[in-house]
C-alpha cells in the first residue's frame, strides 16, 4: 500500500461547489438536502456531499428521468 491518504479519499464538495457543477443555485441544492433527495453528510452545521454519492445520484436521477418518459402501454 504506497497510496497515500490523499490519493484514496473520496473529494467532499460542498453546497456551493455541487450548485457550481449542476448550474442550479444554492438554495436549490438546500432544498434537496432538508428533502433527504439528495445524499449529504452534516457535519455539525455544515452540510458536504462526497461527489461519488454525487455521481450516483445524477446516474439514478437519469435513470429515473429514462424510465418516467418511456410509453406506457
Not at 479519499?9 to 438536502?33: F, G, H, Q
Not at 452540510?47 to 402501454?73: A, C, G, S
Amino acid at each position: 500500500m504506497n497510496q497515500s491518504f490523499h490519493q484514496l479519499e473520496d473529494p467532499i464538495l460542498t453546497i456551493p461547489e455541487v450548485a457550481r457543477y449542476l448550474k442550479i443555485s444554492k438554495s436549490k441544492i438546500y432544498n434537496l438536502v432538508s428533502k433527504k433527495e439528495i445524499p449529504h453528510l452534516k457535519i455539525g452545521r455544515n452540510v458536504r456531499i462526497r461527489q461519488t454519492d454525487l455521481q450516483m445520484w445524477m446516474e439514478k436521477q437519469t435513470k429515473q428521468l429514462n424510465f418516467d418518459i418511456l410509453p406506457k402501454y
